[in-house]
């Protein structure tokens, strides 16, 4: 059987982490993930879910702050691992490992490369109104996301998908192309394939600025980026000059020439309101500052107060 280290963070990393340990082809002698950390509004000191879940398999868990010269890089090379796998891990790895392992280090990504390198691929192909994405196995090299493709995997996007909803199908999607690449990988069959420079596009970290929403924009765009932002970390318009996050939302067949931020209809079920092209956008879901979410109808229960038809949405 073959010793395998994985390497992984969040949720995401979690059923194929669950799917190594159960297999049959490859021990897991180790997981390494991030430190714990303070979460929520107590500052509960909280472990990874791969940590967790490392622990019920009784795995030895690495959690160093930086990997790159740290004790515990000896303490994995030590094991002599033949192989490295990641899956959102979030944290740079060192060269060493990436190619001291005889089957070296490899990804499971959730984008179908060269598409979207970097942190935020699920968000980026929904913000984008893409209609597939998929996931790829490919062997990790210094440059991120940039080594060559094992395999790939893809499904559709469906129009009702946001990031949460994608992080889940793309997990069970990447858990089973490992499984069903390790066996090749170990017996040599897969011939590598390099990516096509020519086609990279990138996935960096959401910036806060980016999460406005801009009215300008078409609903179908707009549309996109709130769902692309959803459950994390949240677009977002103002509204008498305080945070409105922006949920769930619906583009409309409706032409207008208001100014775009407009609430252009408004009654206690629907809060429709202009978008550049001559769209409109019905909000389904949001959440006013300092309130959780709720349904638009609930937020309307009381808003019908203050809100008014010809209001807008100041984005600046």
């Known amino acids: 059987m073959y010793k395998a280290i994985f390497m992984g963070t969040p949720d995401f990393s979690v059923p194929i982490l669950e799917a190594l340990a159960e297999n049959s082809l490859c021990e897991v002698i180790g997981v390494v993930t991030q430190p714990d950390r303070k979460v929520g509004r107590k500052k509960r000191l909280t472990a990874p879910p791969v940590k ?16 790159s010269g740290s004790d515990e890089l000896k303490d994995i090379l030590n094991l ?3 192989l490295v796998i990641t899956a959102a891990y979030g944290q740079y790895v060192p060269t060493v490992l990436l190619h001291t392992p005889p089957f070296k280090a490899i990804n499971v990504h959730a984008s179908l490369l060269p598409k979207y390198r970097g942190a935020a691929p699920i968000h980026y192909a929904l913000i984008n109104g893409e209609p597939e994405t998929g996931v790829t196995i490919m062997y990790m090299e210094k440059e991120m996301d940039a080594g060559d493709i094992l395999s790939q995997r893809s499904l559709p996007i469906e129009e ?8 889940d199908k793309l997990s069970l999607l990447g858990r089973d192309l490992l499984m069903d690449t390790l066996p090749d990988l170990f017996s040599g069959e ?3 394939t390099k990516q096509k420079e020519s086609e990279v596009t990138y996935a960096p970290m959401i910036k806060p600025s980016e999460e406005k929403v801009d009215w300008e924009e078409s609903a179908e765009t707009i549309h996109n980026k709130i769902r692309g932002m959803n459950p994390f970390p949240g677009a977002y318009t103002l509204l008498s000059g305080q945070r409105f996050k922006l949920w769930k939302a619906e583009p409309i067949k409706r032409k207008n020439e208001e100014v775009p931020g407009t609430i252009v209809e408004l009654n206690k079920n ?14 389904h879901e949001v959440q006013p500052f300092g309130k959780p979410k709720m349904p638009i109808r609930d937020f ?3 808003a019908l107060n203050y809100l008014k038809e010809g209001m807008h949405f100041d984005n600046e």
């Not at 967790?52 to 702050?65: G, H, R």
């Not at 009702?160 to 909803?165: A, F, K, L, N, Y």
């Not at 629907?270 to 909000?283: M, N, Q, R």
């Open 52 to 67: 967790k879940k490392a622990l019920e398999y009784d795995i030895p868990v690495f959690q160093p702050e930086k990997l």
């Open 160 to 167: 009702t998908d946001t990031v949460g909803s994608l992080f």
């Open 270 to 283: 629907e809060c429709i309101v202009a978008c550049g092209d001559d769209t409109a956008l019905s909000l």
């Open 80 to 82: 002599s691992p033949d």
């Open 300 to 302: 309307l229960a009381g």
């Open 190 to 192: 897969i011939v590598p």
